[in-house]
């Protein structure tokens, strides 16, 4: 039923309500009341229905219920009884239905899956829960797979696979890679409903290996990882473009069912090149508008609440330049039930008769079932009170045996709906629940409001009486509302009194009284003034009040709406504030507020603090308001105001304003009238017909304006006709068949009399047509209907009022509505200037066929393919709008060589017309655009190769490339020029018989039948730096390391006597390169002070030859020895027997010498001979092997040669470069001042070791040694 809300100003207490009911009866939330009266079960609180749990933490089930008595709860688990008891670690709470599970401390949640519900039972009878099922959440891992790479032409389609595990409930899917991030999605890529990944087309910046797809469970917060998915992106030149393929749904229909308010998600996902556009369309109808959106860059449809109406057919488009897809997805909207009209509680009394009502409906039909007490009603104890009907039940003449609690449950294949509904029987006397001899306090015409709270059973009837013997109220002074508060809406002195509230039913009757005052309002009579006041010095401001007797009223002060300072110099007493030795901090709006118990009142003033004057001391501040206004000389359109000045404040007054209020029209607002200099005291004022004028006065001077004076009497001027008639009037018509005429209205002052009305009046012009004319009021809009289209009218509009009209109005020209053009411009030609511009000519329309404000012509135009090149891309239509009636216009900024199509269209101020038919042209060829590069690479002594790439634009048909280049010197100069025509399918040159190091300017363009393009120009020269000349050049470096030294040495080409000098460092520093200078022109050279187990970098270069170098060569020392033994070679006695052995060895290599230059064998050259040992046959000069020591070798260089083993096998990992070579294994060394000594000796101890590694470093020891 209808229930009306009551305020009550005491704040009294508000009727709450236990339930809602068919019947009369309400049962107030009374504490008291609630302790005596009985009720059956109510469930306030349950788990959901579906309750997925998490398996780490306890189980809570609840079931909250109230009723009186307390109800008492149970359980069943899977449609038998649960008997907690018997289950250590189930507990239910106390007072309570809840079940708590234990599962920290042991317990399983996969053992307690199951259907649960919870009655809750009185006397009264019973109530139940809805099926909960139990179901632990799952979040398991994911399957191990092989995964194989994904290799994948650029601009295929491509499907990632995610196959999440099945957990409950389902994971959250999400693609990143190895750091974490995601992985950017666009029309192109993204994640589909299911989880996969797709690739509308690939592209080589796809290629990664770490495509993952993450699941996350929300129940346990935990994340699953699948294994880490390759993409490897292949190019192939060109592209294939491909027109649009959907990857999903496959198919070309499918089918879809959802449940009535769901979130219905419809997913199209196409493949394509270039990237598809996807658009979707419900057949034979519209998307719903404010529930549909598109999410994943349009390719899903989302329409949130569904219900039946949102079945049909959903078709997805999608579409690239080259064709389009599409697919149609039949979507069916089922119901699970819902509630039309749920069944309520039902209160009655002894003998009444009610009824329960449980309608629902569904998709399909749900079936009603009635339950009692929580069992089906067919079993259920029989109550002859009670009456079946479907989906009612029927109550008549209940007894309180009748009180039980019904269940209706509508159920259909998609779910089911649960319900609780009392039936309580109660016979109980009234009841009032408002304190007896309540006192109510109201000030003077505000609203009053008894409150009478009751409660009876059956519903007491309130009657209210004023004093002892009155009699019962009515009437239109009163208001009676349902809760039985009695409302008095302007209570005056006389509502004073007592009332008596009176509740009465079959078993009884009670009344109660309760008190009415009513109090004068609190009046400020003495408001604080405005004040201007000097530094230092002191101010007070008054608040003198008027209030009830009775009341107590409390004063507060605040400056600018917040607390007074705290400060001892604000004085605040019972009528005013004072501010002893005042600051300029002070300056600010000080307000007075008034406060009672029943009301408050306010007033403020504003204090303005200006600098102390010399002395004397003098008070500048605003002037005083004038006053005694006086008017005279009155006539009906003028009259004379006079007045006296107030106090200047030693400021003197510069000029005063005049106001007036019209107190007929706008009473109670003050306008600006007119100002007079400060010396004039009286004005003759210019007055409008029909106005009840009051005037007041405003001194003005140098501190501000005054407050305004006293209002004059009153001047009622006497009606007459209008003076002036609307302005600003148009007609323009909405529609294709009205005209809507507006205009502004007059303001009340310009009606100049009473009943202003206007005179509306129209005719078609240039017809012998009568004006047509209507009189309106309090409007400023008219439409005129059922006019033809878009033709002028001649429009006026006149004010009149009761005493007759305005003078005559001017008339204006207006049109009725525009509606759109009907014929298309004809015989459109083109005619092509050049390649970028095109002149469209067509013929105006016939100015009757535009039907409207003719705007222009518009051109719509558009590529449609471009004649050197296959790719296509998506249309792009130009518009060009040509105002007025103009016949031909300029199309720019066109490509060359390429097919376009246009159409012309006359556009009005309704819209555009119908098109003409599609004009196609062709522009002719234009110069090409630069080529899109030109890279120089493999520069040799006298050749130069060159790459470039075909222009973005070709702009028609290439016939060839022009390659212009010519040399500069060192001052920058330019030689002659060379030009070279190559074939437009080449894409490289080598051009050769270059001068060696040179610098060349090159000049590339493409060119077609038209001419020549852009330019594109490099620089390159014949060498690959500059400053290197391929001659002289130092090559072979190659080094020989030990421990802390190393061995380099080189090749050397060119002049003779070049300085050469060795630069080194450890290899990856960027620490600068340290140099050594070879003394002599030596080809090899030792590095010592060497680190270690270090990796170095070498190069070796010459000085005063323009600086050249050979290449880096990186070498490693050998490991540091764990002990080493002294050096005998750094003791003297060592070097003193060494020198005299090196004198003997000088000795024999001089008798070796000569013997040899007389043909013979020295003694060695013997042995070897008698010995003929394979291993060491002469070597010859000329394969590279040493022979016998001669005069014309002393002086040479070493130089490589290759040593063959004793196996006669050469091993390929024996480096060319190692100096090695130059003896056998281990024992061909260096020493240390960089000299060769080789072993000659037929005793082989080892065989050879490969590269550079030596067990020892090489000493004097070893030296002797090899001529032994």
């Not at 009478?452 to 009155?470: D, H, L, R, T």
């Not at 270690?1092 to 060569?1113: M, Q």
């Not at 043909?1159 to 046959?1177: F, L, N, S, T």
């Amino acid at each position: 039923m209808t229930k009306k809300k009551s305020i009550s100003a005491s704040k009294a207490s508000l009727v709450l309500f236990l339930c809602q009911m068919i019947s009369a009866l309400d049962v107030p939330l009374d504490s008291k009341l609630l302790e005596e009266l009985s009720q059956p079960p109510t469930i306030t609180q349950q788990s959901p229905k579906d309750y997925i749990v998490d398996p780490r933490e306890n189980i809570v089930i609840q079931c909250e219920a109230k009723g009186k008595p307390p109800p008492s709860f149970s359980w069943t688990r899977n449609g038998t009884h649960f008997d907690i008891d018997k289950d250590a670690q189930v507990t239910m709470k106390p007072n309570s239905g809840t079940l708590v599970i234990n599962i920290m401390n042991g317990g399983k949640a996969e053992a307690y899956e199951g259907v649960y519900q919870c009655t809750a039972r009185n006397e009264r009878g019973a109530a139940i829960s809805n099926n909960i099922v139990i179901r632990p959440s799952r979040s398991p891992l994911w399957t191990k797979e092989k995964l194989e790479p994904n290799q994948v032409r650029e601009g295929d389609s491509l499907v990632l696979h995610c196959r999440p595990p099945v957990g409950l409930p389902p994971p959250i899917i999400f693609w990143m890679d190895n750091a974490f991030q995601r992985l950017p999605q666009s029309e192109r890529v993204s994640q589909g409903l299911n989880g996969d990944l797709y690739f509308s087309n690939v592209q080589p910046e796809d290629t990664r290996e770490d495509y993952i797809c993450y699941a996350r469970f929300n129940h346990t917060q935990t994340i699953q990882q699948k294994q880490p998915i390759s993409v490897k992106v292949f190019s192939t030149r060109p592209v294939t473009e491909r027109q649009p393929v959907l990857l999903t749904p496959t198919g070309s229909t499918s089918t879809k069912v959802e449940l009535r308010g769901n979130v219905l998600l419809l997913e199209c996902i196409a493949a394509g090149l270039p990237t598809p556009v996807i658009r979707w369309i419900k057949e034979g109808g519209e998307l719903p508008a404010n529930r549909t959106f598109f999410e994943n860059f349009k390719k899903t449809l989302k329409i949130i609440d569904v219900s039946e109406a949102d079945s049909g057919n959903y078709k997805c488009i999608a579409r690239n330049i080259l064709g389009s897809a599409h697919h149609v997805i039949s979507v069916t909207v089922k119901a699970a039930p819902y509630w039309i009209t749920a069944p309520r509680n039902l209160v009655l009394s002894p003998g009444e008769d009610g009824t329960l009502i449980c309608r629902a409906n569904g998709n399909p039909k749900p079936s009603i079932s009635w339950l009692a007490n929580g069992v089906p009603i067919a079993i259920a104890p029989e109550d002859p009170s009670r009456k079946v009907d479907g989906d009612t039940i029927i109550f008549s003449h209940v007894q309180e045996r009748s009180s039980a609690v019904y269940q209706c449950n509508a159920s259909n294949e998609y779910g089911y709906l649960l319900a609780n509904a009392f039936v309580n029987v109660l016979a109980e006397p009234p009841r009032i629940l408002t304190p007896a001899n309540k006192l109510y306090q109201v000030i003077a015409d505000s609203p009053a409001l008894l409150d009478c709270a009751y409660f009876g059973s059956p519903k007491p009837e309130i009657e209210w009486f004023k004093g002892v013997k009155g009699s019962i109220l009515h009437g239109s002074e009163y208001i009676f509302h349902d809760n039985g508060t009695l409302e008095i809406p302007v209570a005056q002195k006389d509502s004073t009194g007592a009332y008596t509230c009176v509740a009465r039913n079959k078993l009884g009757k009670i009344q109660n009284e309760v008190q009415l005052e009513i109090k004068d309002p609190t009046v400020i009579i003495k408001q604080p003034e405005y004040k201007v006041i000097q530094r230092y010095g002191q101010v007070s401001f008054e608040c003198i009040i008027k209030h009830d007797s009775t009341l107590l009223p409390t004063v507060i002060w605040l400056k600018d709406n917040d607390e007074l300072p705290d400060d001892e110099r604000f004085l605040v007493g019972k009528d005013n504030l004072t501010i002893m030795n005042v600051t300029d901090k002070d300056d600010g709006t000080y307000t007075c507020i008034v406060n009672t118990t029943l009301d408050s009142v306010s007033a403020s003033a504003v204090l303005t603090v200006v600098a102390a004057p010399p002395t004397p001391a003098i008070i500048y501040a605003r002037p005083n308001p004038p006053f005694d206004l006086e008017l005279t000389g009155q006539l009906e359109r003028s009259v004379e105001l006079s007045w006296i000045p107030g106090d200047e404040n030693n400021s003197p007054i510069t000029n005063f304003v005049i106001e007036y209020e019209d107190g007929l029209h706008e009473p109670g607002l003050w306008h600006y009238q007119t100002e007079v200099p400060g010396t004039q005291t009286t004005v003759q004022l210019k007055l409008s017909p029909y106005v009840n004028y009051s005037f007041r006065v405003i001194a003005v001077n140098e501190i501000g304006r005054s407050q305004p004076s006293e209002p004059s009497e009153q001047y009622l001027t006497k009606s007459a006709n209008p003076d002036e008639n609307p302005s600003n009037v148009q007609g323009i018509g909405s529609e294709p068949d009205n005209l809507v005429i507006t205009w502004e209205s007059l303001k009340g002052f310009q009606s100049n009399g009473p009943g202003l009305q206007y005179k509306v009046s129209w005719r078609q012009k240039d017809v012998d047509d009568e004006w047509t004319s209507v009189i309106v009021a309090n409007v400023s809009k008219y439409i005129v209907s059922g006019t033809p289209t878009f033709v002028p009218y001649e429009i006026k509009v006149q004010a009149l009022n009761d005493l007759g009209y305005a003078p005559e109005p001017s008339e204006v020209i207006g049109h009725s509505g525009e509606d759109l053009p009907m014929v298309a411009p004809g015989n459109v030609q083109v005619h092509v200037i050049n390649s970028t511009l095109a002149k469209v000519h067509w013929d105006p329309v016939p100015l009757k066929t535009v039907r409207g404000h003719l705007q222009g012509y518009k051109v719509y135009y558009w590529k449609v393919q471009s004649l050197s090149r296959r790719s296509r891309r998506h249309v792009e239509k130009k518009i060009l709008t040509f105002k007025g009636n103009k016949t031909f216009g300029m199309l720019p900024g066109l490509e060359p060589y390429s097919t376009y199509k246009l159409n012309v269209r006359v556009a009005n101020g309704k819209g555009e017309g119908p098109a003409s038919p599609d004009k196609v042209f062709r522009t002719p060829e234009g110069v090409p655009s630069s080529p899109s590069f030109l890279k120089i690479t493999n520069p040799t002594l006298d050749s130069l190769t060159l790459e470039w790439g075909s222009p973005t634009h070709p702009n028609g048909v290439l016939t060839s490339y022009i390659l212009k280049f010519q040399p500069i010197n060192n001052t920058h100069e330019l030689g002659p020029l060379v030009e070279i025509r190559i074939p437009a399918n080449e894409s490289s040159l080598i051009l050769k018989n270059l001068n060696y190091s040179t610098r060349y300017k090159f000049y590339f363009n493409a060119q077609t039948s038209v001419g020549s393009g852009n330019q594109i120009t490099e620089e390159a020269v014949t060498i690959m730096d500059e400053v290197q000349p391929l001659y002289p050049r130092i090559r072979n470096v190659t080094t020989a390391a030990a421990e802390t030294y190393a061995n380099i040495s080189w090749e050397y080409e060119g002049p003779d006597h070049a300085n050469f000098y060795v630069e080194y460092g450890v290899a990856g520093s960027k620490e600068d390169w340290k140099k050594e200078i070879v003394n002599g022109s030596r080809s090899f050279f030792v590095l010592k002070g060497l680190t270690p187990g270090t990796a170095y970098k070498v190069r070796v270069g010459a000085e005063g030859l323009s600086g050249f170098r050979s290449s880096e060569d990186v070498f490693e020392t050998g490991p540091a020895m764990a002990s080493r033994q002294v050096d005998i070679a750094t003791q003297g006695w060592f070097i003193g027997l060494m020198c005299a052995v090196a004198l003997l060895i000088l000795i024999l290599l001089i008798v070796c010498f000569i013997r040899r230059n007389k043909g013979g064998k020295y003694p060695v050259k013997e042995k070897e001979d008698a010995h003929a040992d394979p291993e060491i046959q002469p070597m010859k000069e000329d394969d590279g092997t040493f022979g016998e020591y001669s005069d014309a070798e002393d002086h040479k260089p070493l130089k490589k040669g290759s040593r063959t083993p004793s196996d006669r096998t050469v091993k390929k990992e024996d480096s060319d470069d190692s100096l090695v070579d130059y003896g056998e294994g281990v024992n061909g060394q260096f020493n240390e001042d960089g000299s060769f000594i080789g072993q000659y000796s037929g005793k082989k101890e080892k065989e050879p070791a490969e590269g550079n590694e030596s067990s020892e470093a090489p000493s004097p020891v070893n030296a002797m040694n090899s001529f032994v």
